[in-house]
């Protein structure tokens, strides 16, 4: 049984290890760099946030953060070398999302929240799963593999890392929200031997979303490590999966193209597989097979691929906070404030980290909100394109109810107010962009129950691209156990042989 993985982020992972436990080799292909075997430059693989260089961006000339302007000076966005960083930006029109380049995928630069969304709510989104199962099962072998922890309150509580958590959350508590630690992949007992600076530092030294040396368990230290271990799993880095042919026999031929760190083209390739994952992501998977239903590459692929896409409901709010927040802050977020009761002004807002370098006594939230509003991926005929129908108006309940969150943490905080300085057109609100992008090829809709797409027997869809839209909290988590719980399936089922 030959088996092709495209991507390795959560979901690829998951599915490589678990297939490689039953003894199946695989073939994983992944876009980005393999940063365990990359060397280190200037003392670090990765870099900092405000020290970025071409490994921290996706071929680009100039870093592209979600806040690129200090009061109103373009100063934070820096130039940079060209060549195959961690952080990727794809532009579609009004949204911009954010994705992870490299072996582990988005888990090289996330924050490292590993949030179960409440039972309600995933019921709400996701009906047709057993919710029962997967909170009694998969939600904690996903948790236990991952390595979730709970942050210490000695370190949240005290360390002046923290302050800008702390400040943020007694703002919180007078406004009458409700505040509450983060579990988080990060090792704590690192950070706190960091603190001490008996080890080298990692998230006390301002990395954060162009990737993590140290403390943070990325995919790579946890089902990564597991799965090469079998000495089953063959990676392909730095190879770009182009189009996908299903052939007579029902196996998939992909037309590859692997480069150098610097781009340049190494080889193009075609590789043939008789069971093909989709794990590259809600955006990856969705422009990888909306383009082979246009272009008839895939016969039979339902009229559902490509749609029901959604931002999490993504707003990042600044707060002028009235008081310091910290020099030094921990690029880990540990806490969040939230209302969430599944209504349409439901916010949870993660305490996001602004490590600068300087005093700003500014709080930065990474708002997610109950948006029902969904956009599609479309085809453009004329240049082949993929692009996404998603307007700043569908944004606008996001909006709202964040608007109506702040205004209430700033009517109950003299002296404070929504910073409008940091983002694109001078926003309060920034709606343009997301962290966490899902659906596409919704389970139960484009795909069934166990995520076989629709018509098109031996194809599988093992990522965000699954859940419609938004899930209430940041998604690695759920994207994981819900990989497990298919997978399982999937095996059971015996659809690899």
Do not use: C
């Not at 994952?277 to 895939?298: F, H, Q």
């Amino acid at each position: 049984m030959n088996i092709g993985i495209i991507g390795s982020g959560y979901g690829g992972a998951v599915a490589a290890l678990r297939l490689a436990e039953q003894g199946y080799d695989v073939d994983v292909i992944e876009m980005g760099v393999d940063w365990e075997t990359m060397p280190k430059k200037n003392g670090l693989v990765f870099t900092k946030m405000t020290a970025p260089n071409e490994r921290s961006m996706w071929f680009k000339t100039k870093t592209q953060m979600p806040f690129g302007r200090l009061f109103d000076i373009p100063l934070i966005d820096k130039n940079i070398g060209w060549g195959a960083g961690v952080l990727d930006v794809e532009n579609f029109g009004f949204m911009n999302v954010y994705l992870g380049h490299g072996v582990g995928g988005g888990s090289l630069v996330n924050g490292g929240m590993a949030v179960v969304p409440r039972q309600s709510y995933f019921r709400k989104i996701l009906p047709q799963i057993d919710a029962g199962e997967m909170f009694a099962k998969y939600f904690p072998r996903a948790n236990d593999t991952l390595g979730v922890a709970e942050p210490p309150r000695d370190i949240i509580g005290a360390s002046k890392y923290y302050n800008f958590a702390r400040v943020a959350a007694n703002q919180a508590v007078k406004a009458g929200f409700q505040t509450a630690f983060v579990p988080n992949v990060y090792d704590w007992d690192y950070m706190r031997q960091e603190s001490f600076n008996n080890v080298e530092r990692s998230a006390l030294n301002g990395q954060v979303i162009f990737g993590n040396d140290h403390g943070k368990k990325t995919l790579p230290k946890t089902y990564w490590a597991k799965a090469k271990a079998t000495g089953k799993v063959h990676l392909k880095p730095l190879t770009e999966v182009l189009s996908i042919t299903q052939n007579p026999d029902n196996t998939f031929t992909l037309k590859t193209k692997t480069i150098d760190f610097d781009g340049r083209v190494l080889k193009n390739e075609e590789l043939t597989y008789d069971r093909l994952i989709m794990a590259a992501g809600s955006i990856g998977t969705s422009k990888l097979l909306v383009r082979a239903k246009n272009t008839g590459t895939i016969k039979n692929l339902p009229n559902e691929t490509g749609k029901r896409w959604g931002p999490n409901g993504n707003v990042m709010v600044a707060r002028n906070m009235g008081t310091a927040t910290g020099v030094y802050q921990a690029g880990i977020p540990a806490m969040g404030v939230t209302n969430w009761d599944d209504s349409p002004n439901s916010v949870f807002a993660e305490i996001a980290p602004f490590p600068a370098g300087i005093e700003l006594k500014t709080g930065l939230y990474l708002a997610i909100t109950e948006n029902p509003t969904l956009g599609e991926f479309t085809w453009n005929g004329a240049d082949q394109s993929v692009g996404l129908n998603w307007t700043q108006q569908m944004s606008a309940p996001s909006v709202a109810a964040a608007k109506a969150f702040m205004e209430k943490m700033n009517a109950a905080n003299r002296g404070t107010s929504n910073r409008s300085d940091l983002f694109e057109d001078n926003k309060a609100f920034s709606d343009y962009f997301s962290y966490h992008p899902l659906g596409g090829m919704i389970i139960g809709e484009a795909t069934d129950l166990n995520g076989e797409v629709k018509g098109v027997p031996n194809l599988f869809v093992m990522d965000g691209s699954l859940i419609p839209g938004r899930i209430g909290v940041n998604p690695f988590v759920t994207i994981t156990a819900l990989a497990e719980r298919n997978i399982d399936k999937l095996i059971s089922a015996r659809k690899f042989g």
